[in-house]
């Protein structure tokens, strides 16, 4: 095993740059005024004891921790079994978020079974429904699947932030920058997801969750006075 691959598998070093991130992403976010916009409808669900599907795109990804109230319930992420994936299921759970897994071994019935048994628990789950490899801002039907086996209702979520980062990831992820002005913004996905969807109807359904995840996104961007961010 290479030198390169060991320090990659280290559980020390992954735990001291979780540790890393995660401060970071607090102080960020501690040293900056942000809003937050259209929360309401998804805190009176969970305040009733029901958990959501939780949407967002890959790039927005990092502040979470501040999307979801957990004073109001469980929550539980899904991240990618790889390397990048593992790191941010640490991140995450710095913030005491549950996580699964998605392993390229495991069958896709395999893990829904198991995030359908986390909603039943009592979880809300989130995922980012262009990941974990993209391509960038391009839903799958996922949510629209577990929306349909267990009729909970669906929230696409974002934030910006008037100074951040932007990596040269296939997602151009994006971090807050200190002592800025940043908005946290929430939307309910109202279309209803029946039982009975054909191969059409969820195809549709999917374009609508892809484009209101856009609309949430962009209308965040403007918030905070940027211009809406675009591949």
Known sequence: MSLRRKLADSPRLNGAVEALIA???????????????????????LARGEPVIFCVWHQRLIMAPWMF?????????LTSSARAGRLVGGVLG??????????????????SREVLRRIADGYTVGIAVDGPRGPARIASTVPLVW?????KRIFVLSWSARRRIR??????F???LPFSRGVLMCRAFNEEVPRG??????EEL???????????????DIAVGRRPDRF
Not at 23 to 45: C, D, I, N
Not at 147 to 151: E, I, M, N, Q, V
Not at 209 to 219: G, H, K, M, P
């Open 147 to 151: 929306a349909r086996s267990t009729g």
């Open 167 to 172: 990596a040269s990831s296939w997602d151009r």
């Open 197 to 202: 969807l054909d191969v059409e109807g969820t």
């Open 69 to 77: 109230d957990q004073r109001l319930g469980k929550f539980c992420s």
């Open 94 to 111: 710095r913030f005491g978020f549950a996580t699964v897994p998605m392993s390229s071994h495991k069958r896709h019935v395999a893990l």
């Open 206 to 220: 999917r374009r609508r969750l892809e484009q209101a995840l856009d609309d949430v996104t962009d209308a965040s």
């Open 23 to 45: 401060g970071y992403v607090r102080f960020a976010h501690a040293t900056s005024r942000w809003e937050r916009s259209g929360f309401e409808e998804m805190a009176a669900e």
């Open 174 to 176: 994006m971090l807050p």
